[in-house]
Protein backbone atom coordinates (compact mmCIF):
# COMPACT_ATOMS: atom_id res chain seq x y z
CA UNK A 1 0.00 0.00 0.00
CA UNK A 2 1.15 3.54 -0.48
CA UNK A 3 2.08 5.26 2.14
CA UNK A 4 0.54 8.40 1.30
CA UNK A 5 -2.33 9.28 3.47
CA UNK A 6 -3.69 12.77 2.05
CA UNK A 7 -3.48 13.61 -1.46
CA UNK A 8 -4.85 16.88 -3.05
CA UNK A 9 -5.69 17.72 -6.10
CA UNK A 10 -6.81 21.47 -7.34
CA UNK A 11 -8.84 22.13 -4.28
CA UNK A 12 -10.80 25.12 -4.83
CA UNK A 13 -13.42 26.65 -3.00
CA UNK A 14 -15.26 29.37 -4.20
CA UNK A 15 -17.73 31.35 -2.22
CA UNK A 16 -19.31 33.65 -4.83
CA UNK A 17 -16.60 35.42 -7.03
CA UNK A 18 -13.91 34.89 -3.04
CA UNK A 19 -11.92 31.74 -3.87
CA UNK A 20 -11.07 30.79 -0.27
CA UNK A 21 -8.95 27.89 -1.76
CA UNK A 22 -7.17 27.92 -5.01
CA UNK A 23 -6.12 25.17 -6.97
CA UNK A 24 -4.27 23.69 -3.46
CA UNK A 25 -2.73 20.11 -4.14
CA UNK A 26 -0.37 18.38 -1.66
CA UNK A 27 0.09 15.13 -0.07
CA UNK A 28 1.12 14.14 3.24
CA UNK A 29 2.65 11.05 4.00
CA UNK A 30 2.29 8.34 6.67
CA UNK A 31 4.09 9.19 10.29
CA UNK A 32 4.23 12.60 8.91
CA UNK A 33 3.41 15.63 11.35
CA UNK A 34 2.82 18.48 8.82
CA UNK A 35 1.54 22.40 9.52
CA UNK A 36 -0.51 24.54 7.66
CA UNK A 37 0.45 27.42 7.99
CA UNK A 38 -1.26 31.29 7.17
CA UNK A 39 -2.85 34.44 8.42
CA UNK A 40 -6.28 34.25 9.22
CA UNK A 41 -8.71 34.02 6.64
CA UNK A 42 -6.01 32.19 4.15
CA UNK A 43 -7.95 28.94 3.80
CA UNK A 44 -6.48 26.92 6.18
CA UNK A 45 -9.63 25.43 7.95
CA UNK A 46 -11.49 25.46 4.55
CA UNK A 47 -9.14 23.15 3.32
CA UNK A 48 -9.52 20.61 6.66
CA UNK A 49 -13.58 21.09 6.31
CA UNK A 50 -12.92 19.66 2.85
CA UNK A 51 -10.41 17.10 3.61
CA UNK A 52 -13.04 15.80 6.59
CA UNK A 53 -15.77 15.94 3.97
CA UNK A 54 -17.89 18.86 6.13
CA UNK A 55 -18.13 20.93 2.87
CA UNK A 56 -17.26 20.02 -0.80
CA UNK A 57 -14.94 21.99 -2.68
CA UNK A 58 -15.92 24.16 -5.71
CA UNK A 59 -13.47 21.97 -7.99
CA UNK A 60 -10.81 19.12 -7.38
CA UNK A 61 -10.55 16.23 -4.97
CA UNK A 62 -8.88 14.74 -2.37
CA UNK A 63 -8.01 11.20 -1.06
CA UNK A 64 -7.81 9.49 2.69
CA UNK A 65 -6.41 6.86 2.84
CA UNK A 66 -7.41 5.89 -0.87
CA UNK A 67 -10.49 6.86 0.05
CA UNK A 68 -11.56 9.67 -2.64
CA UNK A 69 -14.10 12.35 -0.33
CA UNK A 70 -16.24 12.78 -3.29
CA UNK A 71 -16.96 8.77 -4.52
CA UNK A 72 -16.65 7.57 -0.38
CA UNK A 73 -17.00 10.40 2.07
CA UNK A 74 -17.75 7.98 5.00
CA UNK A 75 -14.22 5.86 4.55
CA UNK A 76 -12.66 8.91 4.21
CA UNK A 77 -14.08 10.24 7.28
CA UNK A 78 -13.91 6.71 9.17
CA UNK A 79 -9.81 7.40 8.67
CA UNK A 80 -9.70 10.79 10.43
CA UNK A 81 -9.78 11.92 13.78
CA UNK A 82 -10.63 15.72 13.51
CA UNK A 83 -10.36 18.16 15.89
CA UNK A 84 -12.40 21.76 14.68
CA UNK A 85 -11.22 24.89 15.26
CA UNK A 86 -12.47 26.37 18.66
CA UNK A 87 -13.11 22.62 19.94
CA UNK A 88 -16.91 22.78 20.05
CA UNK A 89 -17.82 20.41 22.51
CA UNK A 90 -21.72 19.63 24.50
CA UNK A 91 -21.40 20.78 27.19
CA UNK A 92 -23.95 19.26 29.13
CA UNK A 93 -22.60 16.32 29.04
CA UNK A 94 -19.99 14.40 31.85
CA UNK A 95 -16.73 13.97 29.58
CA UNK A 96 -17.34 10.43 30.22
CA UNK A 97 -20.87 10.33 28.62
CA UNK A 98 -19.27 12.15 25.98
CA UNK A 99 -16.23 9.87 24.90
CA UNK A 100 -18.58 6.87 25.06
CA UNK A 101 -21.06 9.30 22.45
CA UNK A 102 -18.19 9.49 19.97
CA UNK A 103 -17.68 6.05 20.37
CA UNK A 104 -20.27 4.98 19.84
CA UNK A 105 -20.44 6.81 16.72
CA UNK A 106 -17.14 5.44 15.51
CA UNK A 107 -18.89 2.13 15.37
CA UNK A 108 -16.74 0.69 18.82
CA UNK A 109 -18.48 -2.21 20.13
CA UNK A 110 -18.78 -2.53 24.12
CA UNK A 111 -15.88 -3.92 24.50
CA UNK A 112 -14.59 -1.82 22.41
CA UNK A 113 -15.32 1.14 23.33
CA UNK A 114 -14.39 0.62 27.38
CA UNK A 115 -10.58 -0.22 25.90
CA UNK A 116 -10.44 2.65 23.94
CA UNK A 117 -12.01 4.80 26.69
CA UNK A 118 -9.53 3.78 28.99
CA UNK A 119 -6.78 4.49 26.75
CA UNK A 120 -7.59 7.73 25.77
CA UNK A 121 -7.83 8.78 29.04
CA UNK A 122 -4.81 7.55 29.79
CA UNK A 123 -2.53 9.30 26.34
CA UNK A 124 -4.49 12.25 26.73
CA UNK A 125 -4.13 13.04 30.85
CA UNK A 126 -8.31 13.40 31.31
CA UNK A 127 -8.33 11.21 34.11
CA UNK A 128 -8.77 13.44 37.14
CA UNK A 129 -11.92 15.51 35.01
CA UNK A 130 -13.26 11.92 33.60
CA UNK A 131 -16.80 12.41 35.69
CA UNK A 132 -16.71 15.99 35.29
CA UNK A 133 -19.34 18.66 33.17
CA UNK A 134 -17.26 19.29 29.81
CA UNK A 135 -18.62 23.18 30.28
CA UNK A 136 -16.90 23.31 33.64
CA UNK A 137 -14.04 22.01 32.19
CA UNK A 138 -10.47 24.75 31.22
CA UNK A 139 -9.87 25.79 27.93
CA UNK A 140 -7.06 23.33 27.99
CA UNK A 141 -8.93 20.54 29.49
CA UNK A 142 -11.52 20.74 26.63
CA UNK A 143 -8.67 20.63 24.22
CA UNK A 144 -7.49 17.41 26.02
CA UNK A 145 -11.31 16.16 25.73
CA UNK A 146 -11.41 17.04 22.06
CA UNK A 147 -8.47 15.41 20.85
CA UNK A 148 -9.04 12.48 23.07
CA UNK A 149 -12.56 12.23 20.87
CA UNK A 150 -10.58 12.33 17.49
CA UNK A 151 -8.45 9.48 19.01
CA UNK A 152 -11.10 7.25 20.30
CA UNK A 153 -11.27 5.17 17.20
CA UNK A 154 -7.22 5.37 16.29
CA UNK A 155 -7.32 6.76 13.67
CA UNK A 156 -4.59 6.90 11.07
CA UNK A 157 -5.00 10.17 9.88
CA UNK A 158 -5.55 13.20 12.67
CA UNK A 159 -6.72 16.64 11.49
CA UNK A 160 -6.67 19.43 14.33
CA UNK A 161 -7.60 22.78 13.41
CA UNK A 162 -5.41 25.20 15.46
CA UNK A 163 -5.24 23.37 18.13
CA UNK A 164 -3.74 25.45 20.29
CA UNK A 165 -4.98 29.04 19.68
CA UNK A 166 -6.26 30.48 23.06
CA UNK A 167 -4.15 28.51 25.26
CA UNK A 168 -1.83 29.63 27.38
CA UNK A 169 1.83 29.09 26.93
CA UNK A 170 1.97 25.70 30.14
CA UNK A 171 -1.29 24.32 28.36
CA UNK A 172 0.13 24.55 24.65
CA UNK A 173 3.23 22.67 25.74
CA UNK A 174 1.42 20.15 26.72
CA UNK A 175 -0.69 19.75 23.68
CA UNK A 176 2.29 19.94 21.97
CA UNK A 177 4.15 17.61 23.33
CA UNK A 178 0.70 15.04 23.11
CA UNK A 179 0.67 16.32 19.52
CA UNK A 180 3.99 15.18 19.14
CA UNK A 181 3.48 11.75 21.27
CA UNK A 182 0.73 10.72 18.58
CA UNK A 183 2.63 12.01 15.47
CA UNK A 184 5.12 8.84 16.27
CA UNK A 185 2.47 6.58 15.09
CA UNK A 186 -0.09 8.91 12.85
CA UNK A 187 -0.09 11.50 10.12
CA UNK A 188 -0.88 14.37 11.68
CA UNK A 189 -1.91 18.12 9.94
CA UNK A 190 -2.07 20.78 11.96
CA UNK A 191 -3.75 24.42 10.95
CA UNK A 192 -1.94 27.47 12.96
CA UNK A 193 -0.74 30.85 11.78
CA UNK A 194 1.47 30.25 15.28
CA UNK A 195 5.37 30.24 13.80
CA UNK A 196 7.02 28.87 16.91
CA UNK A 197 4.35 26.02 17.38
CA UNK A 198 5.47 24.96 13.69
CA UNK A 199 9.26 24.97 14.68
CA UNK A 200 8.26 22.67 17.66
CA UNK A 201 6.04 20.44 16.51
CA UNK A 202 6.11 19.75 12.43
CA UNK A 203 8.74 18.41 10.21
CA UNK A 204 6.44 20.03 7.37
CA UNK A 205 5.20 23.08 6.62
CA UNK A 206 2.59 24.30 3.95
CA UNK A 207 2.01 28.17 4.02
CA UNK A 208 -1.11 29.21 2.38
CA UNK A 209 -2.03 32.59 1.82
CA UNK A 210 -5.27 34.24 -0.13
CA UNK A 211 -6.18 30.46 -0.56
CA UNK A 212 -2.68 29.63 -2.39
CA UNK A 213 -0.06 27.23 -1.12
CA UNK A 214 3.29 28.97 -1.38
CA UNK A 215 5.39 27.12 0.19
CA UNK A 216 5.84 23.68 0.87
CA UNK A 217 8.73 21.89 3.15
CA UNK A 218 10.46 21.66 6.46
CA UNK A 219 10.77 24.70 8.93
CA UNK A 220 14.73 24.78 8.82
CA UNK A 221 14.70 24.76 5.04
CA UNK A 222 12.50 27.62 4.75
CA UNK A 223 14.46 29.75 7.22
CA UNK A 224 17.54 28.89 5.41
CA UNK A 225 15.68 30.50 2.64
CA UNK A 226 15.76 33.98 4.53
CA UNK A 227 18.67 36.66 3.24
CA UNK A 228 21.85 37.21 5.78
CA UNK A 229 21.70 41.57 7.19
CA UNK A 230 24.78 42.88 8.68
CA UNK A 231 24.24 45.90 11.33
CA UNK A 232 26.91 48.77 11.74
CA UNK A 233 27.35 51.45 14.48
CA UNK A 234 29.55 53.72 13.83
CA UNK A 235 30.71 57.28 14.59
CA UNK A 236 29.24 59.66 12.16
CA UNK A 237 31.01 60.07 9.31
CA UNK A 238 30.32 61.39 5.33
CA UNK A 239 32.05 58.67 3.99
CA UNK A 240 30.47 55.57 6.09
CA UNK A 241 28.18 54.51 3.56
CA UNK A 242 30.66 54.78 0.65
CA UNK A 243 33.08 52.42 2.75
CA UNK A 244 30.90 49.47 2.89
CA UNK A 245 29.23 49.49 -0.09
CA UNK A 246 32.30 48.99 -2.14
CA UNK A 247 33.33 45.67 0.04
CA UNK A 248 33.19 42.59 -2.39
CA UNK A 249 30.21 40.75 -1.59
CA UNK A 250 27.83 43.78 -0.82
CA UNK A 251 24.57 44.45 -2.80
CA UNK A 252 23.41 47.42 -0.77
CA UNK A 253 23.94 49.72 2.19
CA UNK A 254 21.35 51.68 4.06
CA UNK A 255 21.48 54.56 6.38
CA UNK A 256 18.92 53.22 9.02
CA UNK A 257 19.33 55.81 11.69
CA UNK A 258 21.22 58.83 12.87
CA UNK A 259 21.29 59.82 16.11
CA UNK A 260 23.10 61.61 18.74
CA UNK A 261 26.43 61.59 16.60
CA UNK A 262 26.10 57.76 15.51
CA UNK A 263 25.05 56.23 12.36
CA UNK A 264 23.42 52.68 11.93
CA UNK A 265 23.35 50.85 8.80
CA UNK A 266 22.37 48.20 7.54
CA UNK A 267 23.97 45.89 4.83
CA UNK A 268 22.35 43.39 2.43
CA UNK A 269 25.29 40.70 1.25
CA UNK A 270 25.06 38.80 -1.89
CA UNK A 271 25.69 35.94 -0.98
CA UNK A 272 25.97 33.86 2.68
CA UNK A 273 29.13 34.45 2.56
CA UNK A 274 30.58 35.96 6.15
CA UNK A 275 31.71 39.66 5.71
CA UNK A 276 31.97 40.55 9.41
CA UNK A 277 35.84 40.45 8.73
CA UNK A 278 35.61 42.80 5.49
CA UNK A 279 33.18 45.33 6.77
CA UNK A 280 35.81 45.52 9.60
CA UNK A 281 38.75 46.13 7.58
CA UNK A 282 36.54 48.35 5.75
CA UNK A 283 35.97 50.55 8.49
CA UNK A 284 39.28 50.40 9.95
CA UNK A 285 40.63 51.78 6.01
CA UNK A 286 37.83 54.71 6.16
CA UNK A 287 39.15 55.46 9.38
CA UNK A 288 35.54 54.75 10.46
CA UNK A 289 35.02 54.33 14.41
CA UNK A 290 32.87 51.14 14.59
CA UNK A 291 30.75 50.66 17.52
CA UNK A 292 29.19 47.85 17.06
CA UNK A 293 29.08 44.54 14.26
CA UNK A 294 26.16 42.27 14.19
CA UNK A 295 25.27 39.52 11.62
CA UNK A 296 21.85 38.26 11.54
CA UNK A 297 19.49 35.75 9.66
CA UNK A 298 15.99 36.22 9.18
CA UNK A 299 13.86 33.84 10.85
CA UNK A 300 10.94 31.56 9.81
CA UNK A 301 8.64 35.13 10.77
CA UNK A 302 9.89 37.36 8.15
CA UNK A 303 10.28 34.47 5.79
CA UNK A 304 6.21 33.79 6.88
CA UNK A 305 5.19 37.41 6.28
CA UNK A 306 7.31 37.61 2.80
CA UNK A 307 5.43 34.78 1.46
CA UNK A 308 2.03 35.72 2.95
CA UNK A 309 1.90 39.49 2.29
CA UNK A 310 3.81 39.55 -0.86
CA UNK A 311 1.75 36.57 -2.52
CA UNK A 312 -0.73 38.49 -3.62
CA UNK A 313 0.83 42.33 -3.55
CA UNK A 314 0.34 42.67 -7.09
CA UNK A 315 -3.89 42.46 -7.45
CA UNK A 316 -3.97 46.66 -6.74
CA UNK A 317 -8.16 45.60 -5.34
CA UNK A 318 -7.05 43.26 -3.00
CA UNK A 319 -3.61 44.58 -1.53
CA UNK A 320 -5.99 46.74 1.20
CA UNK A 321 -7.30 43.22 2.71
CA UNK A 322 -3.14 42.23 2.55
CA UNK A 323 -2.84 45.28 5.08
CA UNK A 324 -4.60 43.60 7.38
CA UNK A 325 -3.71 40.36 6.92
CA UNK A 326 0.10 41.37 7.38
CA UNK A 327 -0.87 43.81 10.53
CA UNK A 328 -2.85 40.36 11.82
CA UNK A 329 0.24 37.89 11.46
CA UNK A 330 2.31 40.79 12.70
CA UNK A 331 0.19 41.18 15.72
CA UNK A 332 -0.02 37.15 15.96
CA UNK A 333 3.95 37.22 15.55
CA UNK A 334 4.46 39.73 18.75
CA UNK A 335 2.29 37.65 20.48
CA UNK A 336 3.89 34.80 19.48
CA UNK A 337 8.09 35.95 19.96
CA UNK A 338 6.66 36.47 23.73
CA UNK A 339 5.70 33.36 23.77
CA UNK A 340 8.69 31.54 22.66
CA UNK A 341 10.47 33.87 24.75
CA UNK A 342 8.72 32.01 27.90
CA UNK A 343 8.94 28.78 26.02
CA UNK A 344 12.59 29.42 25.51
CA UNK A 345 13.11 30.46 28.96
CA UNK A 346 11.80 27.31 30.14
CA UNK A 347 13.25 25.00 27.62
CA UNK A 348 16.85 26.18 27.59
CA UNK A 349 17.93 23.68 24.77
CA UNK A 350 15.31 24.85 22.42
CA UNK A 351 16.95 25.99 19.33
CA UNK A 352 16.39 29.14 17.65
CA UNK A 353 16.43 30.47 14.24
CA UNK A 354 17.64 33.87 14.86
CA UNK A 355 21.38 33.39 14.46
CA UNK A 356 22.60 36.76 16.11
CA UNK A 357 26.21 37.07 16.68
CA UNK A 358 27.02 40.14 18.20
CA UNK A 359 27.87 41.47 21.81
CA UNK A 360 24.94 43.59 21.85
CA UNK A 361 21.29 43.27 20.87
CA UNK A 362 20.33 45.07 17.55
CA UNK A 363 19.49 48.27 17.16
CA UNK A 364 16.14 47.11 16.11
CA UNK A 365 15.28 45.21 18.84
CA UNK A 366 16.58 48.51 21.53
CA UNK A 367 13.97 50.06 19.64
CA UNK B 1 -29.60 2.80 11.57
CA UNK B 2 -27.21 2.39 14.50
CA UNK B 3 -26.07 5.96 13.98
CA UNK B 4 -29.56 6.96 14.21
CA UNK B 5 -30.28 5.52 17.08
CA UNK B 6 -26.86 6.41 18.92
CA UNK B 7 -28.07 10.65 17.89
CA UNK B 8 -31.29 10.04 18.97
CA UNK B 9 -30.62 8.70 22.45
CA UNK B 10 -27.63 11.51 22.96
CA UNK B 11 -30.17 13.89 21.67
CA UNK B 12 -33.09 12.27 24.21
CA UNK B 13 -30.98 12.93 27.43
CA UNK B 14 -30.05 16.18 26.17
CA UNK B 15 -33.34 17.06 26.39
CA UNK B 16 -33.83 15.81 30.45
CA UNK B 17 -30.01 17.59 30.76
CA UNK B 18 -31.34 20.77 30.60
CA UNK B 19 -34.80 22.39 30.82
CA UNK B 20 -36.26 22.22 27.84
CA UNK B 21 -38.18 18.66 28.55
CA UNK B 22 -39.60 20.13 32.19
CA UNK B 23 -40.69 22.79 30.95
CA UNK B 24 -42.13 20.85 27.25
CA UNK B 25 -44.08 18.08 29.85
CA UNK B 26 -45.19 21.06 32.39
CA UNK B 27 -46.88 23.23 29.52
CA UNK B 28 -48.43 19.98 27.94
CA UNK B 29 -49.52 18.77 31.11
CA UNK B 30 -50.57 22.15 32.67
CA UNK B 31 -52.62 23.11 29.77
CA UNK B 32 -54.62 20.07 29.51
CA UNK B 33 -55.08 20.05 33.85
CA UNK B 34 -56.57 23.34 33.84
CA UNK B 35 -58.53 23.54 30.43
CA UNK B 36 -59.38 20.10 30.74
CA UNK B 37 -61.83 19.69 33.88
CA UNK B 38 -63.96 22.56 34.20
CA UNK B 39 -65.98 22.03 30.67
CA UNK B 40 -65.61 17.85 31.41
CA UNK B 41 -67.97 18.60 34.54
CA UNK B 42 -69.74 20.86 33.09
CA UNK B 43 -70.72 18.34 29.83
CA UNK B 44 -70.77 15.66 32.34
CA UNK B 45 -70.22 13.06 29.62
CA UNK B 46 -67.11 10.87 29.70
CA UNK B 47 -65.66 11.52 26.61
CA UNK B 48 -61.77 13.36 26.26
CA UNK B 49 -62.06 14.31 23.17
CA UNK B 50 -61.50 17.91 24.10
CA UNK B 51 -58.15 16.94 25.75
CA UNK B 52 -56.67 16.47 22.36
CA UNK B 53 -57.87 19.84 21.21
CA UNK B 54 -55.86 20.94 24.07
CA UNK B 55 -53.07 18.78 23.12
CA UNK B 56 -53.36 20.35 19.72
CA UNK B 57 -53.08 23.32 21.17
CA UNK B 58 -49.94 22.82 23.97
CA UNK B 59 -47.90 21.30 20.83
CA UNK B 60 -48.18 23.90 18.95
CA UNK B 61 -45.89 26.02 21.08
CA UNK B 62 -44.22 23.21 23.05
CA UNK B 63 -42.94 21.72 19.71
CA UNK B 64 -40.96 24.94 18.76
CA UNK B 65 -39.31 24.61 21.69
CA UNK B 66 -38.39 21.14 21.74
CA UNK B 67 -36.72 21.49 17.66
CA UNK B 68 -35.59 24.86 17.96
CA UNK B 69 -32.24 23.80 19.17
CA UNK B 70 -31.89 20.30 17.43
CA UNK B 71 -29.45 21.68 14.56
CA UNK B 72 -29.38 25.51 15.08
CA UNK B 73 -27.65 25.53 18.66
CA UNK B 74 -25.67 22.54 16.82
CA UNK B 75 -24.63 25.06 13.92
CA UNK B 76 -24.02 27.77 16.28
CA UNK B 77 -21.55 25.70 18.49
CA UNK B 78 -19.90 24.18 16.28
CA UNK B 79 -20.67 20.20 17.44
CA UNK B 80 -22.28 20.02 13.99
CA UNK B 81 -19.10 20.20 12.31
CA UNK B 82 -17.98 17.10 14.26
CA UNK B 83 -21.23 15.24 14.16
CA UNK B 84 -21.29 15.66 10.37
CA UNK B 85 -17.45 14.70 10.07
CA UNK B 86 -18.20 10.93 11.95
CA UNK B 87 -18.70 8.32 9.52
CA UNK B 88 -22.65 9.05 9.66
CA UNK B 89 -25.13 10.15 6.69
CA UNK B 90 -27.17 13.55 7.22
CA UNK B 91 -30.32 11.35 6.77
CA UNK B 92 -29.29 9.61 9.88
CA UNK B 93 -28.64 13.01 12.17
CA UNK B 94 -32.02 14.08 10.46
CA UNK B 95 -33.65 11.03 11.64
CA UNK B 96 -32.00 10.62 14.74
CA UNK B 97 -32.52 14.13 16.26
CA UNK B 98 -36.03 13.81 14.59
CA UNK B 99 -36.85 10.45 16.84
CA UNK B 100 -35.38 12.29 20.18
CA UNK B 101 -37.70 14.80 19.79
CA UNK B 102 -41.10 12.55 18.80
CA UNK B 103 -39.80 10.44 21.69
CA UNK B 104 -39.99 13.07 24.05
CA UNK B 105 -43.50 13.82 22.85
CA UNK B 106 -44.76 10.27 23.44
CA UNK B 107 -43.31 10.77 26.82
CA UNK B 108 -45.47 13.62 27.45
CA UNK B 109 -48.42 11.75 25.83
CA UNK B 110 -47.94 9.02 28.12
CA UNK B 111 -47.61 11.18 31.05
CA UNK B 112 -51.61 12.38 29.97
CA UNK B 113 -52.70 9.08 30.21
CA UNK B 114 -54.15 9.34 33.72
CA UNK B 115 -56.22 11.68 32.81
CA UNK B 116 -58.39 9.01 30.40
CA UNK B 117 -58.01 6.47 33.24
CA UNK B 118 -59.46 8.98 35.81
CA UNK B 119 -62.64 9.90 32.96
CA UNK B 120 -63.13 5.82 32.75
CA UNK B 121 -63.21 5.44 36.88
CA UNK B 122 -65.90 8.38 36.86
CA UNK B 123 -68.15 6.88 34.17
CA UNK B 124 -68.35 4.40 30.52
CA UNK B 125 -65.22 5.82 28.66
CA UNK B 126 -65.30 4.41 25.01
CA UNK B 127 -61.43 3.26 24.56
CA UNK B 128 -61.71 3.40 20.86
CA UNK B 129 -61.84 6.96 20.60
CA UNK B 130 -59.23 7.44 22.88
CA UNK B 131 -56.44 4.83 21.18
CA UNK B 132 -57.29 6.83 18.37
CA UNK B 133 -57.22 10.54 19.06
CA UNK B 134 -53.68 9.75 21.01
CA UNK B 135 -53.33 8.42 17.34
CA UNK B 136 -53.94 11.56 16.05
CA UNK B 137 -51.97 13.65 18.27
CA UNK B 138 -49.07 11.63 17.97
CA UNK B 139 -49.38 12.15 14.34
CA UNK B 140 -49.55 15.75 14.35
CA UNK B 141 -47.35 16.31 16.47
CA UNK B 142 -44.71 14.72 14.81
CA UNK B 143 -45.83 17.00 11.79
CA UNK B 144 -45.55 20.01 13.62
CA UNK B 145 -42.13 18.82 15.05
CA UNK B 146 -41.02 17.54 11.48
CA UNK B 147 -41.62 21.34 10.58
CA UNK B 148 -39.64 22.61 13.34
CA UNK B 149 -36.64 20.37 12.59
CA UNK B 150 -36.71 22.28 9.05
CA UNK B 151 -36.32 25.47 10.18
CA UNK B 152 -33.52 24.55 12.56
CA UNK B 153 -31.88 23.52 9.48
CA UNK B 154 -32.23 26.69 8.05
CA UNK B 155 -30.22 29.03 10.51
CA UNK B 156 -27.69 28.90 13.91
CA UNK B 157 -30.24 30.63 15.51
CA UNK B 158 -32.74 29.12 17.69
CA UNK B 159 -35.09 31.94 18.75
CA UNK B 160 -35.37 32.47 14.92
CA UNK B 161 -36.26 28.83 14.32
CA UNK B 162 -38.29 28.89 17.37
CA UNK B 163 -40.59 31.72 15.91
CA UNK B 164 -40.72 30.26 12.39
CA UNK B 165 -41.89 27.33 13.50
CA UNK B 166 -44.04 29.06 15.98
CA UNK B 167 -45.97 30.78 13.42
CA UNK B 168 -46.13 28.18 11.09
CA UNK B 169 -47.82 25.67 13.65
CA UNK B 170 -50.17 28.02 14.91
CA UNK B 171 -51.51 28.89 11.22
CA UNK B 172 -51.43 25.32 10.39
CA UNK B 173 -53.11 24.38 13.81
CA UNK B 174 -55.28 27.10 14.98
CA UNK B 175 -55.85 29.93 12.30
CA UNK B 176 -56.76 27.66 9.47
CA UNK B 177 -59.58 26.25 11.74
CA UNK B 178 -60.90 29.29 12.86
CA UNK B 179 -60.85 31.05 9.15
CA UNK B 180 -62.41 27.83 8.04
CA UNK B 181 -66.23 29.73 8.20
CA UNK B 182 -65.09 33.02 7.02
CA UNK B 183 -64.37 31.53 3.33
CA UNK B 184 -66.14 30.03 1.22
CA UNK B 185 -66.00 27.90 -2.18
CA UNK B 186 -62.58 26.42 -2.62
CA UNK B 187 -60.46 28.71 -0.69
CA UNK B 188 -63.02 27.24 2.16
CA UNK B 189 -61.87 23.63 1.10
CA UNK B 190 -58.54 24.19 0.80
CA UNK B 191 -58.00 26.06 4.50
CA UNK B 192 -59.90 22.91 5.99
CA UNK B 193 -57.53 20.37 4.16
CA UNK B 194 -54.58 22.11 4.95
CA UNK B 195 -55.66 22.56 8.76
CA UNK B 196 -54.12 20.20 11.03
CA UNK B 197 -57.49 20.43 13.47
CA UNK B 198 -59.77 19.22 10.61
CA UNK B 199 -57.64 16.21 10.25
CA UNK B 200 -57.42 15.36 14.09
CA UNK B 201 -60.90 15.64 14.61
CA UNK B 202 -62.13 12.21 13.04
CA UNK B 203 -59.12 10.36 14.62
CA UNK B 204 -60.68 12.15 17.76
CA UNK B 205 -63.81 10.86 17.22
CA UNK B 206 -62.61 7.65 16.50
CA UNK B 207 -62.52 7.36 12.84
CA UNK B 208 -59.00 6.25 11.68
CA UNK B 209 -59.47 7.83 7.62
CA UNK B 210 -56.11 6.89 5.89
CA UNK B 211 -56.39 10.55 4.22
CA UNK B 212 -55.67 11.86 7.57
CA UNK B 213 -53.04 9.86 8.24
CA UNK B 214 -51.20 10.23 4.84
CA UNK B 215 -51.84 13.31 5.60
CA UNK B 216 -49.84 13.97 8.74
CA UNK B 217 -47.23 11.22 7.46
CA UNK B 218 -46.64 13.68 4.36
CA UNK B 219 -46.33 16.87 6.13
CA UNK B 220 -44.15 14.75 8.38
CA UNK B 221 -42.06 13.50 5.41
CA UNK B 222 -41.56 16.63 3.31
CA UNK B 223 -40.51 18.77 6.09
CA UNK B 224 -37.58 16.46 7.36
CA UNK B 225 -36.79 16.23 3.54
CA UNK B 226 -35.91 19.52 3.40
CA UNK B 227 -34.30 19.28 6.71
CA UNK B 228 -31.92 16.68 4.96
CA UNK B 229 -31.81 18.92 2.12
CA UNK B 230 -30.80 22.14 4.16
CA UNK B 231 -28.23 20.25 5.93
CA UNK B 232 -26.43 19.21 2.97
CA UNK B 233 -26.45 22.22 1.22
CA UNK B 234 -23.64 23.25 3.55
CA UNK B 235 -21.16 21.05 1.49
CA UNK B 236 -22.18 23.57 -1.55
CA UNK B 237 -22.65 27.11 -0.03
Keep these: MSDVMIAARGLTKRYGPHRALDKASFEVKKGEIVGFLGPNGAGKSTTMKILTCYIAPSEGTATIKGADIWDDPIAARAAIGYLPESTPLYGEMLVAEYLEFMGEMRGLDRDGLRKAIRRVVEECGIGSFYAQEIRTLSKGQKQRVGLAQALIHEPPILILDEPMSGLDPNQATEIRELIRRLGKERTVILSTHNLSEVRLTCQRVLIISKGKLVADDTPEALAARGRTRYTLVVKSAKNARDAFARVKGVDSVRVRDERAGETTLEVLPTSKDDLRAALFQAAVEAKLTLLELERRSENLEVIFRELTVDAGAADADEARDEDDDASRARGEEDDEREEEREERAGEPSGASDDEAEGAKPSAEEEE | ?237
Design chain 2, 1 to 237: MRNTITIASRQFRSYFNGPVAYVVLCVLLGVIGVFFWPPFFLAGRASVRQMFTLVAYAVTFAGPALTMGLLAEEKRSGTLELLITMPVREAEVIVGKFLAALGLWAVGLLASLPIPLAVASLGNLDWGPVWAGYFGVFLLGSAVLAIGLAFSSFTDNQIVAFFLTLTTAFVLVLLLGWMTPFFGGSVATIADFLSFMSHLESLARGVIDTRDVIYFLSVTGFALMVAFRALESRRWS
